[in-house]
């Protein structure tokens, strides 16, 4: 069974960065799709980014593009969301995301459709 445990989630002010983390156990992450998503309160979850474990390919909300970037460590199973230029409305919970990939299926998906989550981590962005 895999499990997916993020951390980094912290208060950060407007303009500021953080990098959040994410380790897959149960299973190698060499064939999963690692997305990342997030939820305002008040606000349904939406996906923020996502990456192919076949070429390393990234996706990223429209909202995020240019600020947020993916990637991942296959050898430690850990994948990571550095996020720059934070927003205030970008308050809210983040959670990691993985679906596997298996041999004549798509081998990019968008963020949206990244993956079933974890149990997230809280940020804040506020002055």
């Known amino acids: 069974q895999v499990q997916l445990t993020e951390s980094g989630g912290a208060s950060v002010q407007p303009g500021g960065s953080l990098r959040l983390s994410c380790v897959l156990s149960?299973?190698?992450?060499?064939?999963?799709?690692i997305g990342w998503f997030r939820q305002a309160p008040g606000k349904e979850r939406e996906g923020v980014s996502c990456?192919?474990?076949?070429?390393?390919?990234?996706y990223y909300a429209d909202s995020v593009k240019g600020r947020f970037t993916i990637s991942r460590d296959s050898d430690i199973d850990t994948a990571y969301l550095q996020m720059d230029d934070r927003k205030p409305e970008e308050t809210g919970v983040y959670y990691c995301?993985?679906?596997?990939?298996?041999?004549?299926?798509?081998?990019?998906?968008?963020?949206?459709?990244?993956?079933?989550w974890g149990q997230g981590t809280q940020i804040n962005v506020a002055s």
């Open positions: 990456i192919s474990p076949i070429d390393s390919s990234t």
């Open positions: 149960g299973y190698t992450m060499d064939y999963y799709f």
């Open positions: 995301g993985a679906a596997p990939w298996s041999s004549g299926t798509a081998k990019h998906r968008y963020p949206g459709d990244c993956g079933d």
